[in-house]
């Protein structure tokens, strides 16, 4: 009998994992092996399903709780499936979707059900991710829209930026001891120079 693993990811730092370990917990899938990524589902580059994809041999089973867990991609998705049912010849168990359970009807009917499930759930997939970068562009447009600065605010240039520069272009500072004045980056810097300049000849 092979081993059995887990595979859980979350999008960002600031999604919980919780309710995917609970479901791992639930059909026995112990902590040490449960790989977990935080990170996009738009490819499979990730660190932890890689390492956890060398780990597995012919008879393991992999518990996912669904199917935009593995992947948000579409030609991806299936691509991973194959990988792992066919060419690795592991099980794979979506706990959310009991048809898409390799384990069970494996005559043809079965598998043929099961790849038109996978198929419609990576297309809803991938179509939601669609939906979310689509919303999230739409909400950062009407942000701006409204005025609404993104990042990190802009420091202001000093009362005695006039001065600073002063001293800097008559060789009584370096350019570093400026900088460091201003509390600017080179590049800010440079660019609140031009703009002073342009000030001072209108």
Do not use: H
């Not at 669904?66 to 991973?80: C, K």
């Not at 048809?99 to 059900?113: C, Q, V």
């Amino acid at each position: 009998m092979g081993m059995t693993y887990g595979y859980v990811r979350i999008s960002s730092m600031d999604q919980n994992e919780d309710r995917q370990m609970i479901a791992m917990n639930d059909v026995g899938v112990l902590e040490s092996n449960i790989f977990i990524d935080k990170q996009s589902g738009k490819d499979f580059n990730r660190p932890e399903y890689m390492k956890m994809c060398r780990l597995l041999k012919e008879g393991d089973l992999l518990y996912i709780l669904s199917i935009d867990r593995l992947g948000r991609n579409y030609e991806e998705i299936q691509n991973q499936w194959r990988i792992l049912t066919k060419e690795i010849g592991i099980d794979v168990s979506v706990i959310d979707m009991p048809l898409l359970d390799t384990r069970r009807d494996k005559d043809l009917m079965g598998t043929f059900i099961a790849d038109l499930v996978l198929q419609i759930l990576s297309f809803v997939s991938e179509s939601e991710r669609e939906n979310i970068k689509k919303r999230q562009e739409q909400g950062i447009a009407a942000a701006k829209a409204r005025g609404v600065r993104f990042g990190r605010p802009e420091k202001p240039v000093p009362d005695d930026f006039g001065t600073i520069i002063k001293s800097w272009e008559k060789g009584k500072i370096s350019f570093d001891e400026a900088v460091a004045k201003c509390g600017f980056s080179s590049a800010t810097f440079y660019r609140k120079l031009r703009e002073y300049r342009l000030q001072k000849k209108k």
